[in-house]
């Protein structure tokens, strides 16, 4: 069964901690990214990747960090450095043919 | 990216057609429309996306001004499954680098029974 999954779907970290969300895709895509959605509000793009070993910050990457290791996986770690990481987090990869992106189910971030 | 300018919200009858407008007044040629939708607390998900030709499949269809300016997404008979936000975005096609999908605020479609 082909797509993207995110995990896990709900997540609560402490205040100081640094807490990683993983990101896996089985359709062969070489580009993959990392968005934030805050309540009313649309996307705003954190990392970018293009092909493995490689990947670039978006328009709010201060307080993330991202690894593209394998062209399957590009989990995203939310740092204490990031002063408001309670949101909705998501990750797409596009098809190579078409430039479509699709993206997966979410993982809510809370932080208590 | 060209801005785009859609309704809020929206009210639909089950099994009625639902169309969505979407106003891209600063559109370039080359910048295609896309249509995404995002169900409460889901990834968003791709629906159609056309250049100037209308396009349709099996969720929707896409009806593009011949002056590129405005869209219609249509849902031939929507269905209580499709109450979710409707986003339009228009972005550069291809994006051989970095491909940037601003996603606006969207319309959010309530289909009612």
């Known amino acids: 069964d082909g797509g993207i999954t995110q995990s896990p779907k709900y997540l609560f970290r402490k205040e100081g901690q640094n807490v990683t969300l993983s990101c896996e895709q089985n359709?062969?895509?070489?580009?993959m990214y990392w968005y934030r959605q805050d309540p009313g509000q649309g996307l705003r793009l954190i990392y970018y990747?293009?092909?493995?070993?490689?990947?670039q910050k978006g328009d709010i990457a201060e307080g993330y960090s991202v690894s593209r290791e394998k062209k399957e996986s590009f989990p995203l770690t939310v740092t204490s450095a990031q002063k408001n990481p309670t949101a909705f987090y998501l990750c797409?990869?596009?098809?190579?043919?078409?430039?479509?992106?699709?993206f997966g189910p979410g993982t809510r971030l809370t932080v208590l | 990216d060209a801005k785009t300018t859609q309704p809020p919200s929206m009210d639909c009858a089950e099994g009625r057609a639902a169309n969505l407008p979407c106003n891209h007044s600063?559109?370039?040629?080359?910048?295609?429309v896309y249509w995404y939708r995002q169900i409460h607390s889901q990834g968003p998900q791709y629906i159609i996306h056309?250049?100037?030709n209308n396009e349709t499949n099996e969720m929707a269809s896409l009806i593009i001004t011949e002056d590129r300016k405005s869209s219609t997404l249509i849902l031939p008979h929507a269905t209580l499954r499709d109450t979710a936000v409707y986003y339009c975005?228009?972005?550069?096609?291809?994006?051989?680098?970095?491909?940037?999908?601003?996603f606006g605020t969207g319309t959010r479609l309530l289909v009612s029974p």
């Open positions: 359709l062969n895509h070489d580009a």
């Open positions: 975005i228009v972005r550069v096609d291809p994006p051989r680098g970095f491909q940037k999908l601003v």
């Open positions: 600063t559109i370039s040629g080359n910048e295609y």
């Open positions: 797409a990869s596009i098809e190579d043919s078409t430039d479509t992106q699709y």
């Open positions: 056309g250049l100037k």
């Open positions: 990747s293009q092909i493995v070993n490689d990947f």
